[in-house]
Structures are given as C-alpha cells and as structure tokens.
C-alpha cells in the first residue's frame, strides 16, 4: 500500500513538472514577443507602436531579456512562493487577473457538466428502456448529429436565433451593464440569464457522449447474470433498472464527467469569446494576442492544475462507488 501511494505521488509530481515545462516554453514559441506588438494602418501598413528602444527597457523589466533556461528558474523559484506573476497587459498581480474571471468559467463549465450529466443518464436510460423502437433510433441519430457540430459553430448559431432574430437572450456579457439591482435575488436572476446560451452551448455538446455511454453501457448490463437473477427473484423493472442496472451503468459515466470537465475548460475558450463571456477562455485569447507571457502560463496552470484535481476526485468517487478498484 505504501509503495503504491510513493508510486501515485511520484507520478503526481512528474505529470506536474512535465505541466510546467509545456506551461513556460508553449508560450515562448509564439512568434513575437509582448512588446513587438505592431497593427495595421488603413493602407495595410504594418506600424510600429513602440520604439526598440522602450521595447528592450521592458523587455529588461520584465525579465524576458534573459537566457531561457534563467527565465525558467525563474519561474520555479516564484511559483514555490505562490507567485504566477505579473499581467504584462492588465498590470496587476495574474492571480488577481484569474480570480476575477475564474469564477465565471466555474459557474459556467459545472453548470453545464451537471446539465449534460443528468440529461445524457436520463436520455441514454430511455433509450436503453427501447432499444430498436423508433423513439430510440431517432433519438440517437439526432443526437449523434448535434455531437458532428463543433462547440463554436454550436454557439454561433445558438445566439443567432435565440439573441438576434428571437431576442430572447442577450447579444453579451455575463450582467446588464450599469444594471441596479434590487437584491442578490435580481442579480443571481441576471446572472442566469446572461449564462444561458453558454452553459446550453457546452451542455449540447457534451450531451451526446454521455447519452451513448449511458446506453451502451445499460444496453451490457442488463445482459449480465445478476439481473436475470433479479428477475427471477421477482423484483419489479423499476427495481431491476435503477438499483442494479443503473447504478453499475454510472461508474463510467462519472469517470466521462471528470474528464468532460477538461474538455470543457479547452472548449470554453472559443464559447466564451463568441457570447464575449468574460471568464479565463476570453482572457486566455486576449493574452495570447498580447502575448502576455505571465497571463498565459498562469492561465493553463490553473486550467491544467484543475483538470488534475478533477481527475483525482473522479478516483476518489470511483473507489467509493466500485470497492474492488483501489487507488
């Protein structure tokens, strides 16, 4: 036992390291630097902003003049102090940067992972109920449709008929501007409101994994021994289905939902700038234009360190739910 919680650590602290390194050079191999920044005149001009003079004072304030692997150590030495740097663009602390737009891509991918859960589980166990009746065949071609549609396109054309032609939700942002509200009641209301057609994005899309895995797997259950002896013992379907088919039927499906959250934090970032949602997706993209190296790193760390813990918890909850796995 203890050799295997060594072993759990040891690979604990590889993957992390391996995060880091991927974490500091991915963003050293864009072209250009934070302050060659240039744009483009009506001509088609490229136009320097900034002097090379005041582009090597701040390349030297920043650090970013020095050897790579100097820069890395670097690195090691403030994340050990818990320190992810400072925001080239905003200038401010990158972990205040996070903590200000985190929360909304919180609310938003665990929103939509618990809809996309509870929905595929309910809809993969009514198809499962009819297999190869007409209501299971249309479910799962349409289904099987929506999944083809990229999370983007999927938001694209979401917010082109529920915000512009039947403007039934908002254009953008996560509150109405300048909006006074009368108590948390009325803002948690907006806040709702605003995540809609994100969390509805998100959710359709992950829908359909956990729909055919819910099926399939129910579909292989039901054949099993033990439910033909639960049958037999005159138990009634209702019985049979959520207490012994159903519940060997979820190992999996929490399995998806543990990574479904990672998917999701790498999706999120196109399904936020489309309803220009301000959560880390948006962030991320702007720092990458800016190539706001500090921003950049801070934001995978965390994207990276919360698909880890994730995945840990998932195993938690697998071992508690199935005993024979040990972790």
């Not at 090691?76 to 102090?81: A, G, I, R, S, V």
Request: aromatic share 10%; glycine share 6%; with cysteine.
């Amino acid at each position: 036992m203890k050799n295997d919680r060594n072993s759990f650590v040891f690979r604990l602290v590889i993957t992390l390291f391996v995060i880091l390194v991927i974490n500091f050079f991915l963003p050293r191999m864009m072209p250009g630097d934070p302050f060659a920044t240039t744009s483009e005149d009506d001509s088609g001009d490229e136009v320097i902003i900034m002097t090379e003079e005041q582009r090597l004072y701040y390349m030297s304030y920043y650090g970013l003049d020095k050897p790579v692997h100097e820069q890395f150590l670097v690195y090691l030495k403030n994340l050990l102090k818990a320190d992810l740097g400072r925001s080239i663009y905003y200038k401010m602390p990158v972990s205040d940067v996070i903590m200000l737009h985190l929360p909304w891509t919180m609310f938003v991918v665990l929103s939509s992972t618990f809809i996309s859960t509870v929905a595929g589980v309910i809809l993969g166990t009514f198809s499962a109920k009819n297999r190869k009746k007409g209501s299971d065949r249309s479910m799962m071609t349409g289904l099987i449709a929506f999944a083809e549609i990229p999370s983007f396109l999927l938001g694209l054309i979401l917010l082109l008929i529920f915000s512009v032609h039947l403007r039934l939700f908002p254009l953008a942002g996560a509150i109405t501007p300048f909006a006074h509200y009368s108590g948390p009641l009325e803002q948690l209301l907006d806040i709702l409101y605003h995540a809609c057609l994100p969390v509805m994005t998100l959710s359709l899309a992950q829908l359909t994994g956990v729909y055919l895995l819910t099926r399939n797997t129910l579909i292989t259950v039901t054949t099993k021994d033990y439910i033909r002896t639960a049958r037999a013992k005159g138990l009634g379907e209702k019985t049979v289905w959520t207490r012994h088919a159903l519940r060997n039927a979820l190992l999996p499906v929490v399995t998806r939902a543990g990574f479904m959250i990672g998917i999701m934090m790498g999706g999120v970032v196109l399904v936020e700038s489309v309803f220009s949602y301000p959560g880390i997706g948006m962030t991320l993209r702007s720092a990458v234009v800016g190539r706001d190296y500090p921003l950049i790193q801070g934001i995978l760390l965390v994207i990276a360190v919360s698909i880890l813990i994730c995945n840990l918890l998932v195993d938690k909850i697998y071992s508690k739910l199935d005993p024979r796995v040990t972790i």
